[in-house]
């Protein structure tokens, strides 16, 4: 039986040259991938390092935790509870700012208040609504004052005259007046009323 050997791609071999450019561009395109490969291997390398370096400084800033607040044993649960109390504390600072706020717009009011009385004379049994923003006072006079230098009418009229008082409350008023003996002097009380103007107390 005859054999034949027949080169059905002979004709699609590349010239000399085209080989030539092909050969080149393998080269090149090997070369390019190499050097991103190397880029990617360096850039997880040092993410790797950096992710082990941040292992060790939490381990160890674990350990000096531990060291330092005994019968703590994980950072963060402490974290959040100094948070909450830095928290709280500053609340509190706030409430306190208020208080202090609140005193002393009353002390201005007692101090315009007290402006027309004469010597002798006292505010007591200051009491402040909250809820309501009406403050209430008595108005102790000694009976040898009451109807001579302190008159009822005359010190509400000073009261409503006065500007700064009159920034601070509206509508002062009396309550009910009686007379009684304190510490055995005979006085005349006057139970005193007004609503808080401007302010939130």
């Known amino acids: 039986m005859t054999s034949f050997k027949i080169n059905l791609i002979r004709k699609d071999v590349l010239p000399a040259d085209k ?4 050969f080149w561009f393998v080269v090149f395109y090997c070369i390019v991938c190499a050097i991103v490969l190397v880029v990617v291997v360096s850039g997880v390398t040092r993410r790797l390092v950096k992710a082990t370096d941040d292992r060790k400084e939490a381990s160890r800033i ?8 005994p019968g703590h044993n994980d950072i963060m649960v402490y974290a959040n509870g100094l948070r909450n109390e ?3 504390a500053a609340e509190e600072l706030a409430d306190l700012e ?12 007692l101090k315009d208040l007290s402006a027309p009385l004469s ?4 505010i007591t049994d200051i009491e402040v609504s909250r809820d309501s923003a009406e403050m209430s006072f008595d108005l102790v006079i000694p009976e ?13 009229e000073k009261w409503a005259a006065a500007p700064e008082l ?6 002062i008023h009396s309550v009910v007046s009686q007379r009684q003996k304190i510490e055995g002097q005979a006085v005349l009380v006057i139970r005193f009323g007004c609503e808080l103007a401007t302010k939130d107390i």
């Open 19 to 22: 080989r030539h450019q092909l």
């Open 166 to 171: 009159s920034k601070r409350v509206r509508n």
């Open 144 to 156: 040898r004052l009451a109807g001579k230098e302190i008159n009822e009418r005359d010190l509400l």
């Open 98 to 109: 208020n208080i202090v706020d609140r005193r002393i717009y009353l002390a201005h009011i």
């Open 86 to 88: 830095v928290q709280k």
């Open 119 to 122: 010597l002798g004379v006292r």
């Open 62 to 69: 674990q350990t000096t935790f531990r060291e330092m607040h």
